[in-house]
């Protein structure tokens, strides 16, 4: 069993910058590929990105790209997603997710077997 912990969620103006962070409990972690996922209220969870466990491959949605980094430091177990540019579209509770099997696909979220409980992020106009 896998345990994530999302830290790092606040309040931020427009055009602020957050890091998130989501540790991971276990030894395995470096072979998970990560993905982050955001829920804003009345909304379907989506993808936000993703990083494969070597940390060489990464993968934006397009909607944040060029503003939302990931990132990960296998060492202590954690992965990232430093976001610049907020803005109040980008309100939402963020999730970590691990895939633990590989899937070929990381966009989806039924490819990610542990999830954290989330981090709220609140940008404000």
């Known amino acids: 069993q896998v345990q994530l912990v999302e830290s790092g969620g606040g309040l931020e103006q427009a055009g602020g910058s957050l890091r998130l962070s989501c540790a991971a409990s276990?030894?395995?972690?470096?072979?998970?590929?990560m993905g982050w996922f955001r829920q804003a209220p009345g909304k379907e969870r989506e993808f936000i990105a993703a990083?494969?466990?070597?940390?060489?491959?990464?993968y934006y949605a397009d909607s944040v790209k060029g503003r939302i980094t990931i990132s990960r430091d296998n060492a202590k177990n954690t992965v990232y997603l430093q976001m610049n540019s907020l803005n109040p579209d980008d309100t939402a509770v963020y999730y970590c997710?691990?895939?633990?099997?590989?899937?070929?696909?990381?966009?989806?979220?039924?490819?990610?077997?542990?999830w954290g409980q989330g981090t709220q992020v609140t940008v404000s106009s």
């Open positions: 276990g030894r395995t972690f470096s072979r998970y590929r």
């Open positions: 997710a691990a895939d633990a099997y590989g899937s070929d696909v990381f966009i989806r979220r039924t490819s990610y077997d542990y």
């Open positions: 990083i494969s466990g070597s940390g060489g491959r990464t």
